[in-house]
């Protein structure tokens, strides 16, 4: 009995240092985690830009650049990575531009970047994504925001 009574005041000491250790390592974990999210919400929204500008100028000193930032940062750049979606498109233009007018929004992705990309494509990605987007109709338009940054640079493809 006396065996288990000091195996038990052991593992009790262990216990209370481990615990201690944790509270001291608590902040810089939480902190970690919370820089391990903003790195993934940024690899996202950094590869959504880069196809988007690797299909806006085919110069290739331009893309070799882009391809050299995005290998120095680490950015692996998956199979299939040279094309975008239109809801991703449509959410890094809306982004830059909040309360982009849908005739805006259309141009600029089919004349400045070259996607191709209907009013009807526009529109079922903006109803698709109804989480993310906020379509607001003024008279004869139609204008496109973000309801919120945080959750719209959460999205994966």
Known sequence: MTAL???FEQDCKALKDIQREQDQLRPSYNRFRELTEQSKERIDRVR???VML???DPTASFKQSLYAKATELGIALPEGWETVTVWEAVLEIVRQFPNTQLVDLLQWLEKDLGIEASRQSVDSALAVHSDLFHVQRVGKGKYVSLLKE?????RKR
Do not use: C, I, V, Y
């Open 48 to 50: 959504r830009l880069l």
């Open 54 to 56: 690797w299909m806006h």
């Open 5 to 7: 009574k000091g195996q």
């Open 150 to 154: 945080d959750d719209a640079s959460t």
